[in-house]
């Protein structure tokens, strides 16, 4: 799934730059031969950096309310994972890009170790 919709996010002409977390799925050597292939670009990324990255803080939020609703197998938690992600508010996204910088700067005062994020 998340193919297609990189794929198509690329092709609608939007100078869009993949970042990942260096988590090693995503740096397995196939995976770096289908992003040259389809050249697309990936941002270099620091790994272990969770507290640099928004989209850690919105996983947490979809594994808490998934746990919630306890999925009693695969399929129900197919289910449950895309009405829980569709209940999250877009303010939330929103928040969490505006804040980036308090996060960058806090990086960087702890002299790139851990942050309360």
């Not at 869009?16 to 988590?23: E, G, I, L, P």
């Not at 050249?39 to 950096?49: C, D, R, T, Y």
């Not at 594994?63 to 399929?75: A, E, I, Y």
């Not at 505006?98 to 700067?105: A, D, G, Q, V």
Request: proline letters at 6%; hydrophobic letters at 35%.
């Amino acid at each position: 799934h998340a193919r297609s919709h990189l794929v198509g996010a690329l092709k609608m002409g939007r100078g869009w730059v993949f970042q990942h977390d260096n988590d090693p799925k995503h740096t397995a050597r196939i995976t770096k031969e289908w992003l040259c292939k389809k050249h697309i670009k990936v941002l270099a990324w620091p790994s272990q950096s969770p507290d640099l990255n928004p989209i850690e803080n919105l996983w947490r939020e979809l594994k808490l309310r998934v746990s919630q609703r306890q999925p009693r197998n695969l399929t129900d938690l197919e289910k449950i994972c895309v009405e829980e992600w569709a209940k999250i508010p877009p303010a939330v996204c929103a928040n969490l890009v505006k804040n980036y910088r308090k996060r960058l700067t806090s990086v960087i005062a702890n002299k790139g170790y851990c942050t309360k994020y």
